[in-house]
């Protein structure tokens, strides 16, 4: 039996013949998927449109749960503009044009829901690393890897604040009076720890002289023989100059430098 | 910045700059992740996405700043599976980001006054509900109907985005008291 999500967009590992599709060729289909989308005029057109991005959606062996998890925020939005039609041209001239456009928009998302149900992170990540530079892409996995870490941070700081008497409950943030807690008892001590995270980090980074070189570097310790690995230490044999310069180096470089 | 600190992106941001605003990227991210498992009202992200693009700005006075938190959120958005609105993702996060990033060229100081804050947060929001009115115009929607959703949701994001940005002022005028950001003199960050 398939298995469903528990959230809109989570990835699910099956195999399908979409998720064995390369992330590129998703987007292109995505792309083109989501043009039609919005160029659709005629219910013939609609429909067929419909059956392809529906067969799309199917064909990853996705679920009509998963749809349903997918679609239910447009599906509310396609009640209130049927309802904004119905009301400005009547029953009988509005409802079309209202589940039309409301189509419209449903379809120009699914292909976007496809994508990030069968794609893995590790290879849009990949992908992103040939569109972006580098130093673009290790932002963008840094403050995807300090996600948990300030999680556990808002959590100490939300427990201490509140030990302390503030009003950080989710019942007591409904109050709009309280808001000034949120801010000055959670988000400011949040924003002083990430001032100091951002610190050590960066030292950290550049004291392994990270960003030095325009190229992205690797850390490259190469390999010595069984007898240097058990030797005690001190009797070690060193790694020569060339050698530890070349770990500071990408591909590209060390091709150079041989 | 530090004179011995290296520039590391964008000809503009050090290491430290650059990472203190993928750790704002981070707090948006952590807040939608957190709103839209509870919450199913119009706009109602913009009242922290508002809120930490505008931290993010008086903590990096520099231009540019807010736009690579725009740019970070979308890509982690992508990556993340938030962003199921495909490619229109850039241009939800990246128009705000763009609007502060012109307050902020053009009245460089307005971080510390709160009616300054609350009218780009709430214009910035506004803007990014265009977004999706885009989209409905691209595929046909009827005019009055575009018109009236438009100024529905817009007024709505406004509102929030207004909101989410009252506090920014006194938070930084803190963290300026303290020493922990750039004060203008002794640039420290």
Redesign the interface.
């Known amino acids: 039996m398939l298995r469903s999500s528990d959230?809109?967009?989570?990835?699910m590992t099956h195999d399908s013949p979409v998720h064995r599709l390369g992330a590129g060729w998703k987007i292109a289909i995505?792309?083109l998927l989501?043009t039609l989308?919005?160029?659709v005029?005629t219910p013939a057109e609609l429909l067929t449109l419909v059956v392809v991005a529906l067969g799309y959606y199917f064909m990853a062996r996705l679920t009509l749960f998963d749809l349903w998890r997918?679609a239910r925020?447009f599906v509310?939005q396609a009640v209130?503009?049927t309802t904004?039609?119905c009301l400005?041209?009547g029953l009988s001239k509005g409802f079309w044009?209202g589940v039309r456009?409301s189509v419209?928009?449903i379809l120009?998302?699914i292909?976007?829901?496809v994508?990030?149900r069968t794609t893995r992170?590790g290879d849009?990540?990949r992908g992103?690393r040939r569109v972006?530079s580098y130093?673009?892409?290790f932002?963008?996995f840094?403050?995807?890897r300090?996600?948990p870490f300030?999680?556990r941070e808002?959590d100490e700081i939300m427990a201490a604040q509140r030990l302390r008497g503030a009003r950080l409950l989710p019942r007591q943030l409904i109050d709009p009076r309280n808001?000034?807690d949120l801010?000055?008892c959670l988000?400011?001590p949040?924003?002083?720890r990430?001032?100091k995270?951002?610190?050590d980090?960066?030292l950290s980074?550049?004291a392994r002289e990270?960003?030095?070189r325009k190229q992205r570097t690797f850390i490259n310790i190469p390999r010595r023989d069984e007898s240097a690995i058990t030797a005690p230490e001190g009797q070690r044999p060193a790694c020569p100059a060339e050698v530890r310069s070349c770990c500071r180096l990408g591909p590209e470089a060390r091709k150079g430098l041989s | 910045m530090n004179s011995h600190e290296q520039v590391f992106l964008w000809n503009r941001f050090t290491l430290r700059e650059a990472l203190l605003l993928g750790f704002c990227a981070t707090f948006i991210i952590l807040t939608r992740a957190g709103l839209r498992l509870h919450l199913h009202l119009p706009g109602h992200v913009m009242f922290f996405t508002m809120f930490f693009y505008l931290l993010a700005r008086g903590c990096v006075p520099k231009i540019g700043a807010v736009t690579l938190v725009g740019l970070i959120v979308s890509l982690a958005s992508i990556l993340l599976g938030m962003g199921s609105k495909g490619p229109v993702v850039f241009v939800k996060f990246l128009l705000p980001a763009l609007l502060v990033d012109l307050a902020g060229a053009l009245f460089p100081s307005f971080i510390s006054s709160m009616v300054a804050c609350a009218l780009v947060g709430a214009l910035a929001a506004a803007l990014r509900s265009l977004s999706d009115t885009g989209l409905e115009w691209l595929s046909g929607m009827e005019e009055e109907v575009l018109l009236r959703k438009t100024v529905v949701t817009a007024c709505l994001f406004a509102l929030y985005g207004g909101f989410g940005s009252l506090a920014v002022p006194s938070i930084i005028r803190r963290l300026r008291k303290n020493g922990l950001i750039y004060r203008g003199s002794d640039r420290k960050w």
Do not use: K
Request: charge should be negative.
């Open positions: 959230y809109a967009c989570q990835y995505g792309t989501s989308a919005v160029g005029r997918d925020f509310l209130l503009i904004l039609y400005l041209n044009p456009q419209q928009i120009f998302y292909p976007g829901a994508l990030l992170t849009m990540m992103l972006v130093r673009l892409s932002l963008v840094v403050s995807i300090f996600v300030f999680l808002l808001w000034g801010f000055h988000l400011l949040l924003m002083v990430a001032l995270t951002a610190d980090v960066s980074a550049e990270f960003g030095t």
